[in-house]
């Protein structure tokens, strides 16, 4: 007999959000990060710089989108939680459409979180000045991580953003089935 699925916790994240996503989610970042990365080697850019640089970016942005995405994430459980999604949570649709929401929410959060702790370690150990024999071999793998996790954490709220015109579109067809 199998165990029966759970709605809880990162593996419904996972489950819900899926690889899928994440891959499709993974295309800008990844074209941004090797963009940026061979524009810096063409034009020879003191690589170091651009990655103490582009970490304070991330670092000044990334808490506030965080902010900012809970901010919405508690005002969309408002709605959930409300009478104006009784009807929608009645159908497989609005379930699915929930646990997507939930999901692409959590997703976001823990990916910006992510960002927020490897910026803070980055951005210590490039400001200890430690001398590397090939420091570009180093260097660049890592500006090329902050630029994808970066680049990921912003485009990933196009998702949030369309998942929240969805649900306020919900509110329509809940109008819609009363009208009629």
């Known amino acids: 007999m199998r165990k029966p699925l759970s709605i809880f916790g990162w593996k419904a994240i996972l489950r819900n959000y899926g690889w899928t ?8 970042p990844l074209i941004v990060s090797l963009g940026l990365c061979t524009l810096m080697y063409v034009k020879d850019a003191d690589i170091l710089l651009q990655l103490k640089h582009l970490v304070g970016v991330g670092i000044s942005i990334v808490p506030a989108m965080v902010a900012l995405i809970l901010t919405a994430y508690t005002i969309m459980l408002t709605f959930i ?10 159908t497989e649709e609005g379930r699915q459409l929930i646990q ?65 015109f969805n649900s306020g579109q919900t509110t329509l067809l809940d109008d819609d089935s009363n009208a009629g």
């Open 100 to 164: 997507d929401l939930n999901s692409s929410f959590a997703a976001c959060l823990f990916v910006s979180t992510i960002s927020i702790i490897v910026m803070i370690i980055i951005s210590s150990i490039a400001n200890m000045g430690i001398a590397i024999e090939e420091p570009n071999t180093v260097n660049y793998p890592v500006y090329f991580l902050v630029c994808y996790l970066l680049v990921y954490s912003v485009s990933i709220l196009i998702g949030i953003v369309i998942d929240i």
């Open 81 to 90: 939680i409300g009478d104006k999604f009784a009807s929608i949570k009645k």
């Open 21 to 28: 996503s994440f891959w499709l989610d993974s295309i800008l």
